[in-house]
């Protein structure tokens, strides 16, 4: 970090805006061990199967996706080539197909079966865990095909694209639908987010969701977005997420005062809801913008101590999912995944008991891993002896 500090406006933390940015950790460590060094041939008999649903229906996605003659499409997370090939064989002369992976050997297989093909308009790109490592305004289509859920750092890698994008260039993203009670034990625990949450990190990022195809695949979903210019312009520059990966954007402002400190102590104390049931918890992304904020400037979550109560209206963000679909028919508990995040932080995140009853919750319907605290006001009075300072967010 330069030695000038890098501030951000607290409307970042307490305002409107919503999410976008850097991050540190991956979100889902060791996903890729197996594309490390991958054999080829064995991928191919896995992915190239009439059993796969974008492949049985490679060409109806083909075909959605409406490809200009001249268009240079980005295959992100190629594999063994299944699109990549498809692609270039339906684009003019003056169009091309990057193939971009992890994996030099299944770029080295694309370039193999491209050439028994005849296909000349491939080009191959090997990308980092964080990085497309895209050229800046090079790209008019970008194919995210049952890939984005590998994406161990998904706002650099999204963002990194946003960049390499051309105006009014369309990002397709297929992936697997992940709802519990319908989806397989397979998808629930290998994909690690349902499509609100992907959605939710794909716009943090920059874009704007133009469009769902809902009659092209029904294991997967079909979206297409675009670079959101107004969003960048509405915020002076892309939200930031370095801390909690798609919750809680800030954006940095330089040479602005009154840097957040190490070794802060802070009790939130959260009464606050969401306007819908399909949103997260208002309190709990601002409790996101405050690490976010500390990242941004240069410290780590463990700079600062966060104990986080829930009562009030905001009460109910600690139901289980299947609490939450019978009280407001939304199949999971948008607030679930934050919480999560929030207690890898390091942030405690507690229910006030008093609140529980009060709403008629009863402790079988709210989740294991967020604790009953007696009351809301002893955690605020324990936490503030202990020297923490307070903040409403009501």
Known sequence: MSRRVLWCVWLAVFGVVEPVGAQDKSVRPGINDSFRDPDPQQFTERFEIESREVFAKREAILKAMSLKPTDVVA?????????????????????????????????????????????????????????????????????????????????????????????????????????????????????????????????????????????????????????????????????????????????????????????????????????SAAEVSKGLDRAARVLNLYGVCGLRSEDIRITVVLHGEATEAVLTDASWQQRYQVAANPNLPLISLLQRAGVEVLVCGQALGYRGIDRSEVVPQVPVAMAAFSVLMNRQADGYSYLPVH
């Open 75 to 275: 295959d992100i997370g190629a594999g063994t080539g299944l699109f990549t090939r498809l692609f270039a064989s339906n684009l003019g002369p003056e169009g091309r197909v990057i193939a971009v992976d992890i994996a030099q050997k299944f770029l080295d297989h694309i370039e193999v079966t491209c050439r028994e093909r005849n296909l000349r308009n491939v080009e191959t790109l090997l990308c980092r865990d964080d990085s497309t490592e895209l050229p800046p305004n090079s790209v008019d289509v970008a194919f995210i095909c049952d890939t984005y859920h590998h994406f161990e750092f998904p706002n650099r890698t999204m963002v990194s694209l946003r960049k390499a994008m051309k105006p009014g260039g369309r990002v397709i993203v297929v992936d697997f639908k992940r709802i519990e009670g319908e989806s397989t034990e397979w998808t629930l625990s290998h994909v690690r987010a349902g499509q609100e949450v992907f959605e939710r990190e794909i716009i943090g990022a920059g874009f704007k969701k133009l469009e769902e195809l809902r009659d092209v695949l029904t294991e997967n979903y079909f979206l297409v977005f675009k670079v959101d210019e107004s969003a960048q312009a509405a915020t002076g520059g892309i939200l930031q997420y370095p801390v909690i990966e798609g919750f809680g954007g800030v954006t940095e402002v330089a040479g602005a005062v009154e840097a957040p400190r190490a070794g802060a102590r802070l009790v939130m104390d959260i009464t606050v809801r969401a306007q």
